[in-house]
């Protein structure tokens, strides 16, 4: 006889991410081959690798930018392998950028209420926001959420590099999010202002799962439960943070391998 | 281009409560300039006789019209369509095919008031058809593919006798009576004119800050990015299309109206590029850029010929004098009229800048 607690454990068991064989090739160059990976809902997790290792392309694989060469993925047990971009985040993928890739001619608010639109079936309105609006109020809301409160009204193209980082954040946590692919989110930050990217990353409700891909190993892995090391566009390792941290492999390769 | 440059958006002044919501929705209403424009055009039956009053103001305001729907897609969208007046020719064709005109075996008779939405529905729909086919390429090959079009619709209209009538187009198109009024007398349709341009300004100006605008200047500027935020880039470019084609249809219908007659020459390629030339001369970043373009091109139309032979030179020869212009423009301000009397102002004016803001003849 099962407990209650056994048989309700299949609830949302489903993986959030999965991907089965995901290769991409560029011409005759795999810059992925036989990528295998499923994260549980909620989960955190680093992607690791040297310069060209594909994680960048992995990104764009999950997110649709580039269509793969064979694989399949599924997003919360659907089969979005040959979904556009724009479906895929409507199903509650979000990402952000390497290289800030925002609106600079807008102001923040307008920027974070440009995603919020995007997400919601307001994104066709011909009408301007009213006094109440939910979208505007969600937008306000994010805004704070990422400390830029006190600039919200300024254009992005005055904001200070550290600024954008948390800015790109905001635009990914716009509307329900269920996960989230951070493309080295820390790159360029101060380290005041790495610690509140730590604070930021560690505070997300705990529905809410992620892949960061991150150089800095001090902030990948304090915000994840599980890496996933990858060498040459092929997944290495996968395991514990400190597992991945003490395999002598894994130091051989990527901490020891030259630079840090 | 960035948004930047397009300075629809801008960062309002605090205000609180009400007003704040009530600036953010209008802020066009704050501008002294736009007001005093307005008040002019209003009452200018009172200045103005008959021939500047359609000659002039009128066929501006119409060709501001369609000139207007191309800035919205330049302007906004980064795409440049060549099928704009294709598309007012079409609606045009459309009212003297489903109402009533000289051709009675082409003519179906319907009263204005069913042929004038009709016309305005198939337009939009070409255009929308049109779009759908352009926003598959970028860049120059959407200026081709819309060329394409407007040439194809150009010598389609010149050999088809069925509908269009060949060469010698339909003549005699009936105009709007009602309420006792002739709406083709010069200062009713004036009015009607000034009222729909005012409509078509101020619709693009208002859906220029709404989302959906907002959200097509962000497809412009970077359209993976706007993927990558749950918008689907070529529904908002189509979606763009359709909107510049129900505006270029109104234009189209006015145009009709107007003239009383449509022919192939009035959706000739030249005529296409005319309205390239307008919205550019005029300046693609705001809605008031092609009609102050349109209105230098009326004007240099109208005016060219008389000035040419009092100099001894062959009337015919206004072209040269608008293709001079569009050089000298273009060279000095990459943004038209609109982006010269920009650089002319004080640096530090107020915001939000704008030129005359309003809705200008």
Redesign the interface.
């Given at each position: 006889m099962d407990s209650v607690a056994q048989r309700l454990s299949v609830v949302g068991a489903g993986a959030a991410l999965e991907l089965r064989g995901v290769t991409r090739l560029f011409g005759a160059l795999a810059a992925l081959t036989d990528v295998t990976i499923t994260v549980r809902p909620g989960e955190r997790r680093a992607v690791l690798g040297s310069n060209g290792a594909g994680k960048t392309t992995l990104f764009n694989c999950i997110?649709g930018?580039f269509p793969l060469s064979s694989g399949t993925i599924r997003f919360f047990g659907e089969d979005i392998t040959y979904f556009?971009?724009?479906e895929r985040?409507?199903r509650g993928l979000?990402?952000t950028?390497q290289i800030s890739?925002?609106?600079?001619?807008?102001?923040v608010h307008?920027n974070v209420?440009?995603?919020c639109?995007?997400?919601s079936r307001?994104?066709?309105?011909?009408?301007?926001?009213?006094?109440n609006d939910a979208?505007m109020h969600a937008a306000d809301t994010l805004v704070q959420a990422v400390h830029l409160a006190a600039v919200k009204?300024?254009?992005v193209?005055e904001l200070a590099h550290g600024q954008q980082r948390q800015l790109e954040i905001a635009?990914a946590l716009?509307?329900a999010p269920r996960f989230i692919l951070f493309d080295e989110p820390a790159a360029g930050l101060s380290p005041t202002e790495r610690r509140e990217l730590i604070e930021i990353l560690t505070s997300l409700p705990a529905h809410i799962g992620y892949i960061v891909i991150e150089h800095d190993m001090d902030v990948a892995l304090r915000v994840v439960e599980s890496v996933t090391m990858m060498h040459n566009g092929r997944v290495f390792k996968e395991g514990l943070p400190r597992e991945i941290e003490s395999d002598p492999e894994v130091q051989e390769l990527y901490l020891g391998g030259g630079h840090e | 281009m960035s948004l930047l440059q397009s300075t629809q958006l801008r960062v309002e002044p605090a205000a609180t409560g009400a007003r704040h919501a009530f600036i953010r929705a209008w802020p066009e209403l704050q501008n002294p300039a736009a007001w005093l424009v307005a008040l002019i055009l209003v009452i200018m039956p009172l200045i103005a006789n008959g021939f500047f009053l359609i000659e002039i103001f009128a066929t501006t305001l119409i060709l501001g019209i369609i000139a207007l729907s191309l800035m919205f897609l330049a302007g906004y969208g980064g795409m440049v369509s060549l099928m704009q007046l294709s598309i007012a020719g079409f609606a045009g064709y459309m009212v003297a095919v489903f109402g009533v005109s000289g051709n009675a075996n082409i003519s179906l008779g319907w009263p204005w008031w069913l042929a004038t939405p009709m016309a305005l529905a198939l337009a939009t729909l070409f255009g929308t058809l049109g779009g759908a086919l352009a926003v598959r390429t970028e860049g120059i090959y959407t200026i081709m593919i819309t060329l394409a079009i407007g040439a194809a619709f150009y010598y389609f209209t010149n050999q088809n006798w069925a509908i269009f009538n060949g060469h010698t187009g339909i003549n005699t198109v009936a105009t709007p009576h009602f309420w006792g009024v002739d709406w083709r007398a010069d200062i009713a349709f004036y009015y009607v004119t000034l009222g729909v341009a005012a409509i078509c300004y101020f619709a693009v100006q208002y859906v220029s800050r709404a989302p959906f605008g907002l959200a097509l200047q962000g497809v412009r500027d970077n359209s993976r990015r706007m993927a990558a935020l749950g918008f689907n880039p070529n529904a908002h470019r189509i979606a763009a299309y359709a909107f510049a084609a129900f505006i270029a249809a109104l234009g189209g219908v006015l145009q009709v109206w107007n003239y009383r007659q449509i022919s192939p020459g009035s959706v000739s390629v030249g005529a296409c590029i005319d309205i390239l030339i307008m919205a550019v001369v005029g300046g693609i970043t705001r809605p008031i850029g092609p009609f102050i373009g349109a209105l230098i091109f009326v004007l240099l139309r109208t005016f060219a010929l008389d000035v040419l032979i009092k100099f001894g030179l062959d009337g015919n020869r206004f072209r040269l004098l608008i293709g001079l212009g569009f050089l000298a423009v273009v060279f000095w301000s990459s943004d038209g009229m609109v982006g010269l009397w920009e650089r002319w102002r004080p640096r530090n004016a107020p915001s939000p800048a704008r030129s005359n803001g309003g809705r200008h003849g």
């Amino acid at each position: 006889m099962d407990s209650v607690a056994q048989r309700l454990s299949v609830v949302g068991a489903g993986a959030a991410l999965e991907l089965r064989g995901v290769t991409r090739l560029f011409g005759a160059l795999a810059a992925l081959t036989d990528v295998t990976i499923t994260v549980r809902p909620g989960e955190r997790r680093a992607v690791l690798g040297s310069n060209g290792a594909g994680k960048t392309t992995l990104f764009n694989c999950i997110t649709g930018d580039f269509p793969l060469s064979s694989g399949t993925i599924r997003f919360f047990g659907e089969d979005i392998t040959y979904f556009p971009p724009h479906e895929r985040i409507r199903r509650g993928l979000r990402r952000t950028y390497q290289i800030s890739a925002l609106f600079p001619g807008l102001t923040v608010h307008d920027n974070v209420y440009l995603a919020c639109c995007g997400v919601s079936r307001g994104r066709f309105s011909p009408l301007r926001p009213g006094v109440n609006d939910a979208l505007m109020h969600a937008a306000d809301t994010l805004v704070q959420a990422v400390h830029l409160a006190a600039v919200k009204e300024q254009r992005v193209s005055e904001l200070a590099h550290g600024q954008q980082r948390q800015l790109e954040i905001a635009l990914a946590l716009a509307g329900a999010p269920r996960f989230i692919l951070f493309d080295e989110p820390a790159a360029g930050l101060s380290p005041t202002e790495r610690r509140e990217l730590i604070e930021i990353l560690t505070s997300l409700p705990a529905h809410i799962g992620y892949i960061v891909i991150e150089h800095d190993m001090d902030v990948a892995l304090r915000v994840v439960e599980s890496v996933t090391m990858m060498h040459n566009g092929r997944v290495f390792k996968e395991g514990l943070p400190r597992e991945i941290e003490s395999d002598p492999e894994v130091q051989e390769l990527y901490l020891g391998g030259g630079h840090e | 281009m960035s948004l930047l440059q397009s300075t629809q958006l801008r960062v309002e002044p605090a205000a609180t409560g009400a007003r704040h919501a009530f600036i953010r929705a209008w802020p066009e209403l704050q501008n002294p300039a736009a007001w005093l424009v307005a008040l002019i055009l209003v009452i200018m039956p009172l200045i103005a006789n008959g021939f500047f009053l359609i000659e002039i103001f009128a066929t501006t305001l119409i060709l501001g019209i369609i000139a207007l729907s191309l800035m919205f897609l330049a302007g906004y969208g980064g795409m440049v369509s060549l099928m704009q007046l294709s598309i007012a020719g079409f609606a045009g064709y459309m009212v003297a095919v489903f109402g009533v005109s000289g051709n009675a075996n082409i003519s179906l008779g319907w009263p204005w008031w069913l042929a004038t939405p009709m016309a305005l529905a198939l337009a939009t729909l070409f255009g929308t058809l049109g779009g759908a086919l352009a926003v598959r390429t970028e860049g120059i090959y959407t200026i081709m593919i819309t060329l394409a079009i407007g040439a194809a619709f150009y010598y389609f209209t010149n050999q088809n006798w069925a509908i269009f009538n060949g060469h010698t187009g339909i003549n005699t198109v009936a105009t709007p009576h009602f309420w006792g009024v002739d709406w083709r007398a010069d200062i009713a349709f004036y009015y009607v004119t000034l009222g729909v341009a005012a409509i078509c300004y101020f619709a693009v100006q208002y859906v220029s800050r709404a989302p959906f605008g907002l959200a097509l200047q962000g497809v412009r500027d970077n359209s993976r990015r706007m993927a990558a935020l749950g918008f689907n880039p070529n529904a908002h470019r189509i979606a763009a299309y359709a909107f510049a084609a129900f505006i270029a249809a109104l234009g189209g219908v006015l145009q009709v109206w107007n003239y009383r007659q449509i022919s192939p020459g009035s959706v000739s390629v030249g005529a296409c590029i005319d309205i390239l030339i307008m919205a550019v001369v005029g300046g693609i970043t705001r809605p008031i850029g092609p009609f102050i373009g349109a209105l230098i091109f009326v004007l240099l139309r109208t005016f060219a010929l008389d000035v040419l032979i009092k100099f001894g030179l062959d009337g015919n020869r206004f072209r040269l004098l608008i293709g001079l212009g569009f050089l000298a423009v273009v060279f000095w301000s990459s943004d038209g009229m609109v982006g010269l009397w920009e650089r002319w102002r004080p640096r530090n004016a107020p915001s939000p800048a704008r030129s005359n803001g309003g809705r200008h003849g």
